[in-house]
C-alpha cells in the first residue's frame, strides 16, 4: 500500500510539473495530495474502530457477555466504587475498583486501549493515564469482581477515577 502512495505521489509530482518547473505548482499539488491522502486515511480508520465498536455491541460474544464500551451501558449493568489507593512508587499509584454486575448475564468491559475510556485525575484536575495495556476486564452474572488498576507518572494523589465518562471518587491514600 505504501508503495503504491508513493508512486502515485511520483507519477502526480511529474504530472504537475511542466517543462518551466514551477516550483509553487508542485508543491501546491503535492500539498494537495498529502492533505487528501491524510484526511481520507484519518476518516478510514475512525471508520474501521466505529464499525468494530458496534459490531462487539451488537454481535452476540462467543460467552454470551454484555459488551461494555460506554457510559450509557456502564451506568445500566454495574455499580462501581474504588476500595483503595495505594502509592506503590514515587510516581505509581494502585487502585483497587469493585465493579459489580447488575444483570442476569455475563459482562466485558472493553476499549481500555483508548485512553480517554479510563485515567485518574488529581485534586486540581490533572490526568494519569493506565501502566501499560488493561485488558478487557469479564464479570459473571449477577457477581462483583475486584480489580487493580495500576498508573503512573502521577505527581499528586488521585481524587476521581474517570471510567467511560464516569467519576468515581478514590479514597485517600493508604
Known sequence: MKKLAYMFLLISTYALSDSNNDTSLIKDGMKSITSSITSSSKDALSGFKEGIDEGRAS?????????IYDLENLNKYTEIKVLKS????????????????KSESAIRLTNFDDKNNIYILDQDGFTSYLNGVQSD?????????????????????????????LDVKVPPVK
Open 59 to 67: 454481535g452476540s460474544s462467543v460467552d454470551g457477555a454484555i459488551i
Open 86 to 101: 495505594e502509592k506503590t512508587a514515587d510516581t505509581e499509584y494502585l487502585l483497587t475498583l469493585a465493579i459489580k454486575n
Open 137 to 165: 476486564i469479564s464479570i459473571p452474572k449477577r457477581a462483583a469482581s475486584k480489580v487493580k488498576l495500576k498508573f503512573s507518572e502521577v505527581d499528586d494523589a488521585p481524587s476521581i477515577l474517570r471510567l467511560y465518562d
